[in-house]
């Protein structure tokens, strides 16, 4: 599903936020990027949305080499990645089901189809009944639940989280992970960064790559890492 290799990025001058990166990620992976903050993550989910380009090397996504991608093709590639943000990034002022609809909406498809997979999407994510709730009146982990809403409700072949569960607390952060797996379940590449190693316990079947100065010094499957990180610490 994504292809890394190589890859540098510089953002002022020959400070490097991401050093030589080469990663795969396979179809239907779940995978968490963890690492210190400053380690590289937000900027390589960057990379992979076309938020950002890279200073070098090359990207696939979905076979679409990014750096060959024209600017007018990114809202293509973008309507294949649903995005999920630390601040949920919701529209406020409008309600639950307005802000996944707005998603669609921008897409062109017709109402009855909207509203069909907007309150799929809400159903999925344990929202039904709260559809008509302006979305700053709900709880921290049900806004979060909006936006992850909004990031499937296109049916997008891959999800990238970026720090989904640092505003919320533990409890809620198991709910967030279990909604990814469930997602992860039905077919879709998850992608989760995180400084909050302890999350990739909860994945069972995840992998990780672990980012330090913007260098992988480590990727593999969760159980390999975790007894490599026991070693390191003991
Ligand atoms: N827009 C930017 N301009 C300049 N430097 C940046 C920018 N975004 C990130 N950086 C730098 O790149 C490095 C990696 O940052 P980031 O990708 O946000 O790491 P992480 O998400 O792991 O905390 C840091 O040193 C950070 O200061
Ligand atoms: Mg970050």
Do not use: W
Not at 56 to 68: E, K, P
Not at 83 to 102: E, H, I, M
Not at 148 to 165: G, H, K, N, Y
């Amino acid at each position: 599903m994504i292809q890394i290799y190589h890859v540098f990025k510089a953002y002022t001058g020959d400070q490097y936020a991401l050093s030589d990166v080469t990663l795969e990620v396979g179809k239907g992976d779940f995978l968490f990027l963890i690492g210190p903050s400053g380690a590289g993550k937000s900027t390589l989910v960057k990379l992979i949305f076309c938020a950002e380009q890279a200073t070098r090397g090359q990207i696939l996504v979905d076979g679409v080499n990014l750096q060959r991608l024209k600017p007018s093709k990114i809202p293509y590639l973008r309507r294949k990645i649903g995005v999920v943000f630390q601040d949920f990034k919701l529209l406020g002022d409008r309600t639950a089901f307005a802000n996944v609809a707005l998603a669609l909406e921008v897409l062109g498809h017709p109402r009855s189809y909207i509203d069909k997979k907007v309150r799929q999407a809400l159903r999925l994510v344990g929202l039904e009944g709260k559809e008509q709730h302006l979305s700053r009146r709900l709880s921290g982990g049900e806004q979060q639940r909006v936006a992850i809403a909004r990031a499937v409700a296109a049916d997008p072949v891959l999800v990238l989280a970026d720090e989904p569960t640092g505003n919320l607390d533990d409890e809620i952060t198991m709910d967030i992970l279990e909604l990814f797996r469930e997602i992860n379940r039905r077919g879709t590449t998850v992608v989760v960064a995180t400084h909050n190693r302890d999350l990739i316990e909860c994945v069972p079947g995840a992998k990780v790559a672990m980012l330090r100065q913007g260098m992988l010094v480590a990727s593999g499957a969760r159980e390999v890492l975790t007894l490599r990180l026991a070693a390191d610490a003991g």
